[in-house]
């Protein structure tokens, strides 16, 4: 469901929104409009986990920063506020204090992101907010997307690379050292 405003909803009346609606995620376009997404499968639900899971158990064994799960909004420098099926933020990058304060979105963009497309979800709606990430500060995205079989790797570079169920992905530069058979997350 997307539905345009006649006044941006502000961040507040999102959050309200969402703990009014625990079934929904709420997400927030750069130009105001509302996306709606419901609950995911149980395959997607369990991917989404399992990546989760895997990239918290790196980040913590190497102290490299916070990771957050799919029901984390983040707002973008172009006012989208995006909720990634994973995210990992650099230690160092969180402002000080930030898990002490009232919880709120976070304004800035992940270092890394996961979605992972689930049955319902548009390949080209998924490959453009991967695109708008990379473009608002995300220094690199795996789009894993269940239906053909492959990952989509965005760089902060602009460069998109296609990957084949066989491949053991890598976080490059921005978590040296952590990899992930992709087949565990398809």
């Known amino acids: 469901m997307n539905s345009q405003s006649l006044y941006t909803v502000t961040d507040e009346e999102l959050m309200l929104m969402s703990s009014q609606n625990p079934e929904l995620r709420f997400e927030r376009n750069a130009d105001g409009t509302i996306e709606t ?3 995911t499968g149980g395959i997607s639900g369990n991917r989404e986990i399992k990546a989760g899971a895997y990239l918290l158990v790196w980040v913590e064994s190497q102290d490299l920063g916070e990771v957050f799960g799919t029901s984390t909004g983040f707002r973008l420098a172009n006012t989208a506020v995006r909720s990634p099926d994973a995210a990992f933020v650099a230690k160092g990058r969180l402002p ?3 898990d002490h ?3 709120g979105f976070i304004n800035l963009a992940p270092d890394f992101v996961i979605e992972i497309r689930s049955k319902n979800d548009s ?3 998924l ?5 708008e990430y990379i473009t608002n500060g995300v220094q690199l995205g795996w789009l894993i997307d269940r239906q053909n079989q492959q990952a989509l790797v965005y760089r902060r570079d602009g460069s998109i690379t296609s990957y084949p169920a066989t491949t053991i992905l ?3 530069d921005i978590l040296p ?3 992930l058979p992709l ?3 398809l």
């Open 101 to 103: 304060q009232e919880d």
């Open 37 to 39: 997404m419901p609950p």
């Open 127 to 131: 490959k453009t907010k991967m695109a």
């Open 170 to 172: 890598s976080c490059e």
């Open 123 to 125: 390949l080209t709606k």
């Open 177 to 179: 050292g952590f990899t």
């Open 183 to 185: 087949a565990k997350l």
């Open 96 to 98: 000080e204090n930030w």
